[in-house]
Nanobody, 122 residues
Framework: QVELVESGGGLVQAGGSLRLSCVAS????????MAWYRQAPGKQRELVAR???????DYANFVKGRFTISRDNAKNTVYLQMNSLEPEDTAVYFC????????????????WGQGTQVTVSS
């Protein structure tokens, strides 16, 4: 079974930067789309950014120009470089994989990590 583990969250002042990582573990053959979502207290989970296997990216309007998503397919890892952080970016950030192929389980869909807390102080 494939598991996703995020790291890199923490407390940072407004204007600062953080880099999140998410590693997919298991006997992985291929991963389709990888993405980052976030959920602030009392709010719904929302898409931050996503990246296809071939590197095509898509961003939420509220992070364009500040965040960059990337992935290393050889390491089954996705990153989120977050710059110019604002207090409004405070949330738990979750890694998501829409479809993964591993052995012996086969295809799994819509996997989530446990989340990593990002807190931006003003």
């Amino acid at each position: 079974q494939v598991e996703l583990v995020e790291s890199g969250g923490g407390l940072v002042q407004a204007g600062g930067s953080l880099r999140l990582s998410c590693v997919a573990s298991g006997r992985i053959i291929s991963i389709n789309q990888m993405a980052w979502y976030r959920q602030a207290p009392g709010k719904q989970r929302e898409l931050v950014a996503r990246i296809t296997h071939t590197g095509n990216t898509d961003y939420a309007n509220f992070v364009k120009g500040r965040f960059t998503i990337s992935r290393d397919n050889a390491k089954n890892t996705v990153y989120l470089q977050m710059n110019s952080l604002e207090p409004e970016d405070t949330a738990v950030y979750f890694c998501n994989v829409d479809r993964v192929l591993s052995t012996p389980k086969g295809y799994e869909n819509n996997l989530w990590g446990q989340g990593t807390q990002v807190t931006v102080s003003s």
